[in-house]
């Protein structure tokens, strides 16, 4: 075994990873208020589930579909998401009570902007 990988990102064997369950995404879920209130960017933020499906809306975005993500290879509770539209790529995780949301956007000008959401 590698032992410069971390150990939430090694399993026993593989028969552990390829059995693992879903990832439970409620922790990442409901309505996200933004700590400034001067903010550029969204002032709220809905993440909610639809099916199997992650979905994630803000004012400037309306149901974008998301890919959660824990944090190792045998965890099962969502740690982060990553969401992609109109140009806009919002990769976010949990930090404690917070939501740490950095958001990429292509276009005239490509601009980078991270924002912090706490629960509603």
């Given amino acids: 075994?590698?032992?410069?990988?971390?150990?939430?990102?090694?399993?026993?064997?593989?028969?552990?990873?390829?059995?693992?369950?879903?990832?439970?995404?409620?922790?990442?879920?409901?309505?996200?208020?933004?700590?400034?209130?001067?903010?550029?960017?969204?002032?709220?933020?809905?993440?909610?589930?639809?099916?199997?499906?992650l979905v994630v809306s803000t004012p400037q975005l309306s149901d974008v579909d998301g890919s959660a993500f824990t944090?190792?290879?045998?965890?099962?509770?969502?740690v982060g998401f990553l969401a992609y539209a109109d140009g806009m790529l919002l990769a976010a995780y949990l930090n404690k009570r917070l939501l740490v949301v950095d958001s990429y956007t292509r276009g005239p000008a490509d601009t980078f902007r991270r924002d912090h959401f706490y629960p509603l």
């Fill in 1 to 53: 075994m590698n032992r410069h990988i971390r150990a939430l990102d090694r399993a026993e064997d593989r028969a552990e990873v390829l059995a693992a369950q879903p990832v439970d995404v409620d922790p990442l879920l409901g309505a996200w208020v933004n700590y400034d209130i001067d903010a550029a960017g969204p002032h709220r933020l809905w993440i909610s589930r639809r099916g199997a499906r």
């Fill in 71 to 78: 944090a190792g290879v045998t965890e099962t509770r969502a």
